[in-house]
């Protein structure tokens, strides 16, 4: 069993940065795929980005390369480094956990569907 929690959402003019964070406990997540998703108000779920045990990572298609998602496994800890944010950033932001999938080889997963341990999420809000 693993237990998340997000920390680092903060109200923000656009143009400044965060680092969201997400803390595990109960056991490590080292074996486990490792996900940031957000949802905005009246908004679907979407992934941000997927890191794998093995340190790939998997970004969400157009963020123009202002996200990184890394761990710190000594730590138990995700991070998610947000560089100029804007705007439309503005969402709760979740940390997730799943362990890989096998289908021919194995590979995470990267809809939210499919993650099954969750966070309470971190509000990020961003002013123009």
């Known amino acids: 069993q693993v237990y998340l929690v997000e920390s680092g959402g903060h109200s923000v003019e656009s143009g400044a940065s965060l680092t969201l964070s997400c803390r595990a406990s109960?056991?490590?997540?080292?074996?486990?795929?490792m996900g940031w998703f957000r949802q905005a108000p009246g908004k679907e779920r979407e992934g941000v980005a997927i890191?794998?045990?093995?340190?790939?990572?998997t970004y969400k298609t157009g963020i123009e390369g202002r996200f990184t998602i890394s761990q710190d496994n000594a730590k138990n800890t995700l991070y998610l480094q947000i560089n100029s944010l804007k705007p439309e950033d503005t969402a709760m932001y979740y940390c997730?956990?799943?362990?890989?999938?096998?289908?021919?080889?194995?590979?995470?997963?990267?809809?939210?569907?499919?993650?099954?341990?969750w966070g309470q999420g971190t509000s990020v809000t961003v002013s123009s």
């Open positions: 109960g056991e490590t997540y080292r074996e486990y795929c």
């Open positions: 997730a956990a799943e362990l890989p999938f096998y289908a021919g080889e194995y590979a995470c997963p990267y809809l939210a569907e499919d993650f099954g341990s």
């Open positions: 890191i794998g045990s093995d340190g790939q990572t």
